[in-house]
C-alpha cells in the first residue's frame, strides 16, 4: 500500500522559507509524478507545483512560480518543496500526491496517492 508523508510545516513569519518533505513508502517511487497542493479553509485545492517522473520537468502554478521550487531524490523516495519568501495568504493546508498519469498533472483528479497534510501558517 502506498503511503505519503509529509513533514517540515510550521509557523512562521512573513518572508521566511520552508522546505516541505513528501516520504512515498510501500512501493516503488519510480513511475509516479508528485505535487503539491494546498487547501486554505472554506477553498478548493489549488495546484501548486508538479514535477515528473524521469527527467524530473517541474510545473508551476503562476501564483508560486519564482517563489517555490519542487524537486525530488528519487534514491530516498522523497519529494521537497521549497518556500521562500512565505507570505499570510501561502498559509494553509499544505498536501502532496502521487500519480501515475502523464497529462494533466496540475488538477487533483488525476492523483490516486495522498499525504495527510502538513499545516503552513505566515504571520505579517
Known amino acids: 500500500q502506498v503511503q505519503l508523508v509529509e513533514s517540515g510545516g510550521g509557523s512562521v513569519q512573513s518572508g521566511d522559507s520552508l522546505k516541505l518533505s513528501c516520504e512515498v513508502t510501500g512501493r516503488a517511487f519510480g513511475g509516479y509524478a508528485m505535487a503539491w497542493f ?6 478548493d485545492y489549488e495546484f501548486l507545483a508538479a ?3 524521469g527527467i524530473g520537468t517541474p510545473f508551476y502554478a503562476d501564483s508560486v512560480k519564482g517563489r517555490f521550487t519542487i524537486s525530488r531524490d528519487n534514491a530516498k523516495n522523497t519529494a521537497y518543496l521549497l ?8 498559509m494553509a ?3 502532496c500526491a502521487g500519480t501515475t498519469e502523464v497529462y494533466g498533472i496540475t488538477s487533483p483528479a488525476k492523483y490516486d496517492y495522498w499525504g495527510q497534510g502538513t499545516q503552513v501558517t505566515v504571520s505579517s
Open 83 to 90: 518556500m521562500n519568501n512565505l507570505r499570510p495568504e501561502d
Open 51 to 53: 514535477i515528473t517522473w
Open 93 to 95: 493546508l499544505y498536501y
Open 38 to 43: 494546498r487547501q486554505a479553509p472554506g477553498k
